[in-house]
Each structure stands twice: as structure tokens, then as C-alpha cells.
């Protein structure tokens, strides 16, 4: 049984800074696609980045040039690197991975950027 656990979300003052953490565990052979969702109070789960398994990123155009994806493959972890954080950036924030050609999730993390 895959099981993804994420870890690395609180809170933190506008402009500063959080890094996610996501680990696959279970019997794993590959895993294609990693990303990072988001899903605000009122307001639709949004993708904030993907990479694939060649180490290609994606964002979305309000994070770009903010928050970083990686992944180490010998882990089975992603990550999101989130700088200058703002306060439209709150939100629970969700891991995804494709392995072995099925959708997995992480149970969320919050992130809440107050002062």
C-alpha cells in the first residue's frame, strides 16, 4: 500500500520563507509525475507545480520566480521551496504523485502566512 506523508507547513510572516516536504513509502518501482496542489478556504484545489520523472518543473504563473519543486528520486520525495511567501499564498497544500500510472494523495499540510 502507497502512502504519501507530507510534512513542513506552519506559519510564517509575509516575505518569509517554508520548505514541504512529501515521502512516498509502500512498495514503489517508479513514480512519474510529483506535484504540489493548493486549495484555499471557498476557493477550488489549484496546481502550484509539477516535475516530471526527467526533472522537467512546472508552475503556476502566481508562484513563478517563488517557490521552487524538486525531488529526490532515491526517496521517493518532493519538495516545494517557498520564498517571499504572501498571504494569498495561505492554504492547505497537497502533495500528488503518479506511480505506477495511479493518482496518489498526501493528507495536507497548512501553510498560513499572517503577521
Known amino acids: 500500500q502507497v502512502q504519501l506523508v507530507e510534512s513542513g507547513g506552519g506559519l510564517v510572516q509575509p516575505g518569509g520563507s517554508l520548505r514541504l516536504s512529501c515521502a512516498a513509502s509502500g512498495s514503489i518501482f517508479s513514480i512519474n509525475v510529483m506535484a504540489w496542489y493548493r486549495q484555499a478556504p471557498g476557493k477550488q484545489r489549484e496546481l502550484v507545480a509539477n516535475?516530471?520523472?526527467?526533472?522537467?518543473?512546472n508552475y503556476a504563473d502566481s508562484v513563478k520566480g517563488r517557490f521552487t519543486i524538486s525531488r529526490d528520486n532515491a526517496k521517493n520525495t518532493v519538495y516545494l521551496q517557498m520564498n517571499s511567501l504572501k498571504s494569498e499564498d495561505t492554504a492547505v497544500y497537497y502533495c500528488?504523485?503518479?506511480?505506477?500510472?495511479?493518482?496518489?494523495w498526501g493528507q495536507g499540510t497548512q501553510v498560513t502566512v499572517s503577521s
Open positions: 516535475i516530471r520523472s526527467g526533472g522537467v518543473p
Open positions: 500528488k504523485m503518479n506511480i505506477h500510472l495511479r493518482d496518489y
